[in-house]
């Protein structure tokens, strides 16, 4: 069987899958049921100085089986956090307690977390606190200089040069986390013209599965510009998702979206699904597989002129999926098989990703 055991700044995983910051590890029963879901280590929800406040509804669906949040930090204080997150020390899992935000919280409850709690590592979010790099370097270096455990600093999507804040950042933390939710976004229903959350003018936060090419592609950046471990975390909900994130860099993977929308059994899910994959494809280990993206890079195809698609009939079963979503009309059927009109195709590709048959190749 594949070994999925991980090490993390010093820290052992038994897998690579663990709960990301949210409302699924709110509190200590809610974190133990992540780990008898399987997962492969705990991350706390985030605890701020004060405690949070927000206004309901907090939690919503939305388009593309996304989830759309005005959640915050934790609503409960955190001295009553902290002593609950000493039932999970324990239990035979690495605890990693989330902080935010500014740099004076960071550093009072570095300390507090530290010398109560004795985490395997903190994690502090920079979700609120600007799209400035410099700021956030300090925010990193009062927390380095207020605790000697490892730290993990998790990445906004909105931030704009996160090459140049990876490698800023990179000197005065451990690993990286990325990324947080994306927004801020709306929607609302139509009918009534109610919004979805309770926030002021309803507008909330973007996680789920919308938000996972946003998460693979930071994930690879951070990965590619400097050495520190990266965890990935956007949209993650099944075993193939990690593979991919793995494969652009990440060395482990956090879950919160897919928890609420199935549950707990979702880490182990995700943990069994990764071990198929792996053995499946001959790999023994996830070291084998990390940054594999990275490295194809250099052999990919490049087209120096625009192909075209074409259709190997000995596999294709004349199901029409591409036919119908050719908007160029370069696809008709002939004789029980898809057919091309080179003069009409633009080389875009998108019909093959509806071939279940790997009938499809672009080729001049």
Same mark, same amino acid.
């Given at each position: 069987?594949?070994?999925?055991?991980?090490?993390?700044?010093?820290?052992?995983?038994?897998?690579?899958?663990?709960?990301?910051?949210?409302?699924?590890? &709110?509190?200590?029963?809610?974190?133990?049921?992540?780990?008898?879901?399987?997962?492969?280590?705990?991350?706390?929800?985030?605890?701020?100085? #004060?405690?949070?406040?927000?206004?309901?509804?907090?939690? &919503?669906?939305?388009?593309? !089986?996304?989830?759309?949040?005005?959640?915050?930090?934790?609503?409960?204080? =955190?001295?009553?956090?902290?002593?609950?997150?000493?039932?999970?020390?324990?239990?035979?899992?690495?605890?990693?307690?989330?902080?935010?935000?500014?740099?004076?919280?960071? @550093?009072?409850?570095?300390?507090?977390?530290?010398?109560?709690?004795?985490?395997?590592?903190?994690?502090?979010?920079?979700?609120?606190?600007?799209?400035?790099?410099?700021?956030?370097?300090?925010?990193?270096?009062?927390?380095?200089?207020?605790?000697?455990?490892?730290?993990?600093?998790?990445?906004?999507?909105?931030?704009?040069?996160?090459?140049?804040?990876?490698?800023?950042?990179?000197?005065?933390?451990?690993?990286?986390? @990325?990324? !947080? %939710?994306?927004?801020?976004?709306?929607?609302? $229903?139509?009918?009534?013209?109610?919004?979805?959350?309770?926030? *002021? /003018?309803?507008?909330?936060?973007?996680?789920?599965?919308?938000?996972?090419?946003? =998460?693979?592609?930071?994930?690879?950046?951070?990965?590619?510009?400097?050495? *520190?471990?990266?965890?990935?975390?956007?949209?993650?909900?099944?075993?193939?998702?990690?593979?991919?994130?793995?494969?652009?860099? @990440?060395?482990?993977?956090?879950?919160?979206?897919? @928890?609420?929308?199935?549950?707990?059994?979702?880490?182990?899910?995700?943990?069994?699904?990764?071990?198929?994959?792996?053995?499946?494809?001959? /790999?023994?280990?996830? $070291?084998?597989?990390?940054?594999?993206? %990275?490295?194809?890079?250099?052999?990919?195809?490049?087209?120096?002129?625009?192909?075209?698609?074409?259709?190997?009939?000995?596999?294709?079963?004349?199901?029409?999926?591409?036919?119908?979503?050719?908007?160029?009309?370069?696809?008709?059927?002939?004789? $029980?098989?898809?057919? #091309?009109?080179?003069?009409?195709?633009?080389?875009?590709?998108?019909?093959?990703?509806?071939?279940?048959? $790997?009938?499809?190749?672009?080729? /001049?």
């Amino acid at each position: 069987m594949p070994d999925l055991s991980v090490k993390i700044s010093g820290i052992e995983f038994k897998n690579p899958v663990m709960p990301a910051a949210g409302p699924n590890v &709110r509190n200590s029963e809610l974190m133990i049921k992540a780990i008898d879901g399987g997962a492969g280590a705990i991350v706390t929800k985030t605890i701020s100085v #004060v405690a949070a406040n927000d206004p309901r509804p907090t939690i &919503r669906k939305t388009n593309c !089986n996304g989830l759309m949040n005005c959640e915050t930090w934790s609503e409960t204080p =955190a001295e009553q956090f902290i002593e609950d997150c000493k039932k999970i020390k324990n239990l035979g899992v690495p605890l990693i307690v989330s902080i935010g935000y500014k740099s004076d919280d960071v @550093a009072k409850l570095g300390k507090i977390v530290q010398s109560e709690l004795e985490p395997d590592a903190i994690e502090f979010s920079t979700h609120y606190v600007g799209r400035q790099v410099e700021p956030l370097v300090e925010i990193a270096k009062s927390l380095r200089k207020s605790v000697d455990i490892p730290i993990w600093m998790k990445i906004s999507p909105n931030f704009l040069g996160i090459e140049e804040l990876a490698l800023a950042v990179s000197p005065f933390v451990d690993g990286f986390v @990325a990324i !947080n %939710s994306f927004g801020p976004v709306l929607d609302f $229903d139509p009918e009534n013209l109610e919004p979805k959350l309770g926030s *002021k /003018y309803g507008r909330g936060w973007l996680s789920g599965q919308p938000i996972l090419p946003i =998460a693979l592609r930071i994930v690879h950046q951070i990965s590619s510009v400097q050495n *520190k471990p990266v965890i990935g975390v956007g949209g993650i909900a099944r075993g193939i998702d990690a593979i991919k994130f793995i494969m652009a860099g @990440a060395s482990a993977v956090q879950v919160c979206s897919a @928890a609420i929308q199935k549950g707990h059994s979702i880490y182990g899910k995700i943990v069994s699904e990764i071990e198929q994959w792996l053995e499946k494809h001959g /790999y023994n280990s996830l $070291d084998e597989i990390k940054g594999l993206y %990275s490295r194809s890079l250099e052999n990919r195809l490049k087209y120096s002129s625009i192909p075209v698609m074409t259709i190997d009939e000995s596999k294709c079963t004349g199901c029409q999926a591409c036919i119908s979503r050719c908007v160029q009309g370069a696809l008709y059927l002939s004789d $029980d098989k898809s057919k #091309v009109i080179a003069e009409n195709c633009i080389g875009c590709g998108y019909c093959q990703d509806f071939c279940a048959f $790997d009938a499809m190749k672009l080729k /001049y």
